[in-house]
Nanobody, 115 residues
Framework: QVQLVESGGGLVQAGGSLRLSCAAS????????MGWYRQAPGKQRVLVAL???????NYADSVKGRFTISRDNAKNTVYLQMNSLKPEDTAVYYC?????????WGQGTQVTVSS
């Protein structure tokens, strides 16, 4: 029902920062938890950050301390602030519910971190 569009990716040098946005066509209040996922070349998609409707957050160990997930319910937008980027962060980044439904994935946004 709620459609999500990711943006903000790009090419950045190691140590740099990017801010990703996830714009929803409907109210994200109807979704208990929103997450950012990423898929690196040749690897499976994994959850890297999660935020619940009450603002509670959780992060994968690989990004903890460097990434910050936030949400603006009035704007129906979820953000991912990425600092101190590493080449290992290179991936396509997706936003979705914490419990994604089959076929609900969008195109994602490419993040490339150069050495």
């Amino acid at each position: 029902q709620v459609q999500l569009v990711e943006s903000g990716g790009g090419l950045v040098q190691a140590g740099g920062s990017l801010r990703l946005s996830c714009a929803a066509s409907g109210s994200i209040l109807s979704i208990n938890a929103m997450g950012w996922y990423r898929q690196a070349p040749g690897k499976q998609r994994v959850l890297v950050a999660l935020i619940t409707s009450d603002g509670s957050t959780n992060y994968a160990d690989s990004v903890k301390g460097r990434f910050t997930i936030s949400r603006d319910n009035a704007k129906n937008t979820v953000y991912l602030q990425m600092n101190s980027l590493k080449p290992e962060d290179t991936a396509v980044y997706y936003c979705n519910a914490g419990r994604p439904r089959p076929g609900s994935w969008g195109q994602g946004t490419q993040v490339t971190v150069s050495s």
